[in-house]
């Protein structure tokens, strides 16, 4: 059966390795499904945060079909795997059961970073979100917390620190004991090909951001130039983490972040994503674990 991985800050980590991406859609639409009637039933809200790039593609890929679907993962950690095959219904966050069966009134969506450039511009994370996602369910408009794209970037930072030091005030955002930082309940995150996330870049001095919760770059490598991004504080005071990785193109950044041999001076910006007190699961592919041992 089933087994979790490696526990470094005392938190579960689970790799998942899927067929194909559109088995990897299909578990994660009922992985967050699950999550946000968890927390809707826990703390009468549930707090998503996305980021952009192929991720929004994974909650929006395959196609509905009527019939049951028969979909392989593979459960690894080092030294161990198993294949588990599962009959899920082929279906997507956006589509039946879960557009009716998913209380969308209790969600409440942030964007782990955002491109500084106006809502309807093509580089925009929330317009990739709202045109693949967001305009196909019913979550309240003034529950979608969107940057202020009238600011600078500098600006714009400031402003969605503040939005969410309000909505923590309010008890809508859950706060980390451990940390103090906010917790969000689920991030759903990708990757770079340089082992990036939100836009924390290798090598970049963001990284090491330990006080803010919210920060902006000015000369991201990838572009836009101009971004938003939540510090490494916040991402790793989250409740649940999903790492949605596919790609032959990242299997140097997977096998580096899951290999047991750690150097604390050249970790890239995934390996420095480790949670405090949380699960952090990667939905990944084969040719996103190519490079692994134990596959
Ligand atoms: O604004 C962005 O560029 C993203 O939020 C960024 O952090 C993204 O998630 C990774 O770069 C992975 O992107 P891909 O999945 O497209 O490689």
Not at 171 to 188: K, Y
Request: one cysteine or more; aromatic letters at 12%; proline letters at 7%.
């Amino acid at each position: 059966m089933a087994t979790d991985g490696a526990t470094p800050a005392g938190s579960k980590s689970k790799l998942l390795v899927f067929d194909s991406k559109e088995d990897l859609a299909v578990s994660l639409a009922k992985y967050t499904a699950e999550l946000s009637q968890k927390f809707a039933a826990e703390r009468g809200a549930f707090t998503a945060v996305l980021s952009g790039g192929s991720l929004i593609d994974s909650l929006r890929f395959f196609d509905v079909s009527p019939t049951p679907h028969r979909s392989r993962f593979f459960w690894v950690s080092p030294g161990f795997t198993d294949h588990v095959e599962i009959c899920w219904f082929h279906s997507k966050l956006t589509e039946p059961p879960y557009l009716e069966s998913v209380d969308w009134s209790k969600w409440h969506v942030f964007w782990v970073d955002e491109r500084v450039v106006p809502k309807d511009h093509e580089d925009s994370n929330y317009k990739l979100a709202f045109d693949g996602f967001l305009s196909k369910v019913p979550i309240p408009p003034g529950q979608v917390y969107a940057i202020n794209d009238a600011l600078s970037a500098e600006g714009a930072a400031d402003d969605y620190e503040a939005c969410l030091k309000q909505l923590v005030k309010n008890g809508v955002i859950a706060m980390s004991t451990a940390t103090g930082f906010p917790r969000f309940d689920l991030q759903l995150l990708g990757m770079g090909p340089d082992g990036h996330i939100a836009s924390l870049f290798p090598g970049h001095p963001l990284v090491n951001e330990k006080e803010r919760w919210v920060t902006y770059i000015k000369d991201s490598p990838k572009p836009p130039p101009e971004r938003i991004t939540f510090t490494f504080p916040v991402i790793n005071s989250s409740a649940y983490i999903a790492m949605v990785v596919t790609g032959a193109g990242k299997a140097g950044p997977v096998q580096k972040a899951l290999s047991d041999k750690k150097t604390s001076s050249d970790l890239l910006p995934i390996e420095m994503a480790v949670l405090q007190d949380g699960e952090f699961t990667w939905f990944t592919d084969k040719p996103a674990v190519s490079l692994l041992q134990n596959k």
